[in-house]
T-cell receptor, first 113, second 113 residues
Framework: KAGVTQTPRYLIKTRGQQVTLSCSPI?????VSWYQQTPGQGLQFLFE???????NKGNFPGRFSGRQFSNSRSEMNVSTLELGDSALYLC????????????FGQGTRLTVV | AQKVTQAQTEISVVEKEDVTLDCVYE???????LFWYKQPPSGELVFLIR??????QNEISGRYSWNFQKSTSSFNFTITASQVVDSAVYFC??????????FGDGTTLTVKP
């Protein structure tokens, strides 16, 4: 079966702009989590969605938001981009919440200039 | 709050050597799940193993083995007879029952031929 698909793979944006990243989980998976990976901060949890509801949120400002659709696909949005938002954004899907094996996508590399 | 510590930032070994990656975690929850992931240069995290807090059995899968000790809050990962293809960044992660995940900073393993 197809893996987790994240689009786009690479993105360059200017400070102040906003961006939307997309994640299509493995078919049948209902939980989608997002992570930000940077050299300085490592892998940090952004949020988790399950059944179209945000279940958990990490310590990120309100500029970071997301949503999940009825088909479990998820989007995350970052508004008013800052240079420090440059990172690899990873999406993970799992059958259920938290406890199971999570499958990760290849990520979206966002560069803010 | 939970925390995962991977004290070894980088490890370099020669092929066929055994290598152990350390992981120490902190949580007040009694129900939690521990994971190891491998991140090759392509970027996506590859699931290696999951352990729940009630299962302290060690596990061996081919050249990989894991030692879970609740008494020391450790979940160490050993690669026996390492190979060049094992070169990657390895992450240890802790997920609470509620689904919130915390990752360690990762250990970069380089296996030289």
């Amino acid at each position: 079966k197809a893996g987790v698909t994240q689009t786009p793979r690479y993105l360059i944006k200017t400070r102040g702009q906003q961006v939307t990243l997309s994640c299509s989980p493995i078919s049948g998976h209902r939980s989608v989590s997002w992570y930000q990976q940077t050299p300085g901060q490592g892998l940090q949890f952004l949020f988790e969605y399950f059944s179209e509801t945000q279940r958990n949120k990490g310590n990120f400002p309100g500029r970071f938001s997301g949503r999940q659709f009825s088909n479990s696909r998820s989007e995350m949005n970052v508004s008013t981009l800052e240079l420090g938002d440059s990172a690899l954004y990873l999406c993970a899907s799992s059958l259920d919440r938290g406890q199971g094996e999570a499958f990760f996508g290849q990520g979206t590399r966002l560069t803010v200039v | 709050a939970q925390k995962v510590t991977q004290a070894q930032t980088e490890i370099s070994v020669v092929e066929k050597e055994d290598v152990t990656l350390d992981c120490v975690y902190e949580t007040r929850d009694t129900t939690y799940y521990l994971f190891w992931y491998k991140q090759p240069p392509s970027g996506e995290l590859v699931f290696l193993i999951r352990r729940n807090s009630f299962d302290e059995q060690n596990e061996i899968s081919g050249r990989y083995s894991w030692n879970f000790q609740k008494s020391t809050s450790s979940f160490n990962f050993t690669i026996t007879a390492s190979q060049v293809v094992d070169s990657a960044v390895y992450f240890c992660a802790l997920t609470l029952r509620a689904g919130k995940s915390t990752f360690g900073d990762g250990t970069t393993l380089t296996v030289k031929p």
